[in-house]
């Protein structure tokens, strides 16, 4: 070493994310032990779930992991997206390491979209990241918010601010456990898989506009058919960008105005109703600024409405939604940015390679007012 | 889809942590503005110091950035181990979100150990992820905490439980930061040099058992060699297995006796103090148990007497030291593991090829009874 000093390069030999297997089926989740056991080997199980799910559907993934030789606890905790706080996390942690959960402990996240985000940000931050499976029980969670490793947790400037990347170790989807979901619940998972359609496939937009209401009816063959669709074009876009670098900003479409809903509403809206209208508004901003094809709006009301699901959110101040947008995770410097479709069934890259897109003030006002505003 | 279902695998395209330089020369501190903004170019840079290291460097560091085009502001947060905590970690992030600080930020961690720990861990969870910046202004920090991604905070239950790998986008390490340093704190850095010898490098080893006085004088040229060879031998380990799934454990020798030894302290007693008393009760351990050789803990007391490190702890009840272990990170079961040295210089592999071993309760009850029984 020279007296004056030395630069070392450490190049850490870190290896991707393993691939992972997403199980579709009716019934998979009474064989969840051999499969857990197999994908996440660990001295313990810790199968964390909200209190109403977990009396639902607990029982029967414990008696499973035991029976394939796991030892299997379980930890709940409050439901809904009210729940899903640093102070949660914090106290399922401690539980946790109160129990004596090592190294080597596996966390199974049973239940909706925020036992998913919130048991993974568990997992992803126990003693610096322990496997995660994920074992959905709502429509939104199983094509949505399981796949593709975002965790995270709310704070009170916004949703998913705090967080991780956390792919998980296997992700079983048991259309069965949908038997026992509201139906609002349902069309909110609706919602997401339109937005698959509308930014991917028009041959599937189409295709839910035309079964909505067997759909609805808990048609079981047809909704295996929409899960699996839905999660195989989700996932091969986070295959593809799995860090939200680039194209995987697409899965946000309706989401920047949808975000800001909810927290407008104090989280008291479904997700999937407030993407709903996010979507609507993002569409007719995007056609009056001239990137979105016209008429790509009204044929995505038409379809949001075939499936139960409303176009206006109800009455919102729109200068605190516009404010809101401004912290959204994709927001360059302050200035929103929203992923738009070109038309039905494909998404308008930006300049410069980006999937994200500023809008003039007046478009997104006059959307947001149309979807928001005084009727 | 056949109506019962099918298996999707995803399988996603993330790459592995890119290399980083760690930069080590006396004064690279004034340069930080340019070697930042190439490494991390962000729209801005929120740098967080504990207020006592603020007071002497922020000034300087937040000036360059400046000068470099960056925005760029200070967030501090009080002093000490005990500031090591959710709470800390929650408000830092809160007030980077309050002041707007979007994706396109990345976070500066300036200080020692606990500041890189608990900012390494802030920019691991801002928002999924943010880049972090390591600017160490402690030998300990340097020599260990800034090099190779660890971040986390403290819980109850023990050191370190909650956090994630993140590793740094570049280290800047300024040797001529240290004059200002304690030399009670230099000492505590010394100790883990010296573990870094006795683990893998004899010659380094004796090195500094030889320059003990000029080291601890502060001499600026033996300083930098020092730090230079610390981090090129702790690099090529983290090089090698980044998430520590293997020989990486080797760096913790000294540590499960260590950790347990500041746990009982209330983190009242420096981590370069306990993990020297924790190398001599593991090598006395080692010994009884015929994994270490003999005399082995003899020669590491007298290098560490040399720095003016205690070899023994203080008084501690050994049974609540044992319950603290049984909790470590590396524990199995419950059964706490150890990274032994075979000899001054390098580690016993144990069987199955990892490189932690239980140790017979006996053998280690003997040696805790000796470094921090009654005297």
């Given at each position: 070493?020279p ?15 393993p691939a992972?297997?997403i199980i ?8 969840a032990?051999?499969?857990?056991a197999?994908?996440?080997p660990?001295s313990?199980?810790?199968?964390l779930?909200p209190?109403?799910?977990?009396a ?5 993934l414990?008696?499973?992991?035991r029976a ?6 379980l930890?709940t905790f ?11 996390w ?5 539980r ?6 090592g190294?080597d ?5 049973l ?6 985000d919130l ?7 126990y ?7 994920q074992v ?8 949505d918010?399981?796949v ?5 947790i709310?704070v ?9 990347f956390?792919?998980?170790a296997?992700?079983?989807?048991d259309?069965a ?6 139906v ?5 998972g609706l919602?997401e898989a339109i937005k698959?359609g509308a ?14 209401g ?13 899960v699996?669709r ?7 876009v986070?295959?593809e960008?799995?860090?939200e670098?680039?194209r995987?900003?697409i ?6 105005v949808?975000?800001?809903l909810?927290h407008a509403?104090g989280y008291?809206?479904?997700?999937g109703f ?16 001239g990137?979105t094809?016209s ?12 499936c139960?699901?409303?176009t206006?959110?109800g009455?919102?101040d729109?200068d ?8 959204d995770k994709?927001?360059?410097g ?6 738009l ?15 994200t ?7 997104l006002?006059?959307a947001?007012?149309?979807v928001?505003?005084?009727?």
């Amino acid at each position: 070493v020279p007296v004056d000093g030395t630069t070392l390069t450490l190049n850490p030999a870190t290896r991707p994310a393993p691939a992972y297997d997403i199980i579709i089926r009716s019934g998979v989740s009474a064989d969840a032990g051999p499969l857990i056991a197999t994908v996440a080997p660990a001295s313990r199980y810790a199968v964390l779930a909200p209190a109403p799910v977990a009396a639902l559907h607990a029982e029967h993934l414990l008696a499973s992991i035991r029976a394939a030789g796991g030892h299997a606890e379980l930890f709940t905790f409050p439901d809904g997206e009210s729940a899903k706080t640093r102070a949660t996390w914090s106290d399922l942690t401690d539980r946790m390491l109160a129990a004596g959960y090592g190294r080597d402990t596996a966390v199974v996240a049973l239940g909706g979209g925020v036992a998913g985000d919130l048991a993974g940000f568990v997992a992803a931050t126990y003693m610096r990241g322990v496997p995660v499976v994920q074992v959905p029980t709502t429509l939104l969670a199983m094509i949505d918010a399981s796949v593709g490793g975002k965790t995270g947790i709310d704070v009170a400037a916004g949703k998913n601010l705090v967080g991780a990347f956390h792919q998980p170790a296997l992700v079983l989807m048991d259309p069965a456990l949908l038997r026992t979901l509201p139906v609002d619940h349902l069309r909110a998972g609706l919602a997401e898989a339109i937005k698959h359609g509308a930014i991917l496939d028009a041959d599937y937009f189409d295709w839910i506009a035309r079964h909505a209401g067997e759909l609805l009816a808990g048609d079981a063959a047809l909704m295996t058919r929409l899960v699996a669709r839905s999660v195989e074009l989700k996932a091969a876009v986070v295959a593809e960008d799995p860090l939200e670098h680039g194209r995987r900003a697409i899965l946000n479409f309706g989401h920047t105005v949808g975000h800001a809903l909810e927290h407008a509403s104090g989280y008291t809206m479904l997700h999937g109703f407030a993407v709903a209208a996010g979507m609507v508004a993002e569409a007719e901003a995007g056609e009056a600024a001239g990137i979105t094809a016209s008429g790509t709006a009204s044929r995505l009301a038409d379809t949001l409405r075939a499936c139960g699901l409303p176009t206006h959110a109800g009455t919102f101040d729109v200068d605190g939604l516009l404010a809101a947008m401004s912290l959204d995770k994709k927001a360059r410097g302050g200035t929103p940015r929203f992923a738009l479709l070109q038309h039905v069934g494909g998404c308008a890259q930006a300049a410069g390679g980006t999937w994200t897109h500023a809008l003039p003030h007046n478009a997104l006002a006059a959307a947001l007012r149309h979807v928001a505003g005084a009727r």
